[in-house]
């Protein structure tokens, strides 16, 4: 029940996070948990001030991880959803598991349907609030490429076995792709060993790398990886 004077120490708004300073005595420090071991189906708690209405607690479940939101920069984000009631006053507020420990900030409703919102996971925003703290702005890797979805038309006239990987539509001049010898038609499969499942799943894995780091891809061209 206090009311605090904050500043702006740095804001990232790619990944819609900021750090905020405030002076204050006798604050209790959060538990961080590890959003990398949530498990669908797991009790989740929000805390926030939904619609003004002052401290509220909200009780769901992990309902999906790794979600894209259409109509939000979540390029660089795969949200943790969950059917605990969140409300404009929500955001930035901490998502807990039954432990007591934060394991995202809630940051999204879905406007259209109920029992549907979205948090950040904490890993990701840990990653990020160090990075502002360091160097006061997150860095984030370029691949140089225009990519898209390959859905189950593109699959059948590519002769392909499944829709997984980022089907590469345009590769930019003089950039690391080109550079590198990619072409326009290549797919995608992983990056650093990590499986491109989606298009979404690209820019994320390639915005967690620093520029000018080594990155190593698999990828499909024609019926040859």
């Not at 509220?56 to 790794?66: D, E, R």
């Not at 984030?140 to 390959?150: F, S």
């Not at 620093?210 to 190593?216: L, M």
């Amino acid at each position: 029940k206090r009311e605090l004077k904050a500043t702006i120490v740095a804001t990232d708004p790619p990944s819609d996070l900021a750090i905020l300073k405030i002076e204050a005595d006798n604050l209790t420090k959060a538990k961080i948990g590890n959003s990398d071991k949530l498990n669908i189906g797991e009790w989740v708690i929000a805390i926030g001030n939904p619609l003004g209405l002052g401290t509220t607690v909200t009780t769901g479940i992990i309902s999906a991880k790794g979600r894209y939101i259409d109509g939000l920069d979540s390029t660089y984000v795969d949200f943790i959803q969950t059917d605990a009631a969140l409300n404009r006053g929500n955001s930035g507020g901490p998502l807990f598991n039954l432990s007591g420990e934060v394991i995202g900030v809630n940051t999204a409703i879905a406007a259209r349907g109920q029992g549907i919102g979205f948090a950040i996971p904490i890993n990701m925003a840990i990653g990020v609030i160090e990075e502002l703290k360091i160097h006061g702005k997150v860095d984030r890797g370029w691949l140089g490429v225009v990519i898209q979805a390959i859905n189950p038309e593109i699959a059948d006239s590519l002769k392909l076995d499944s829709t997984r990987g980022a089907l590469v539509a345009e590769v930019v001049v003089d950039g690391p792709a080109f550079k590198a010898g990619l072409k326009r038609g290549d797919i995608i499969l992983s990056i650093n060993d990590k499986q491109i499942k989606n298009v979404e799943d690209l820019p994320r894995e390639v915005g967690k790398l620093k520029p000018q780091e080594p990155a190593k891809l698999k990828v499909l061209r024609g019926r040859k990886q």
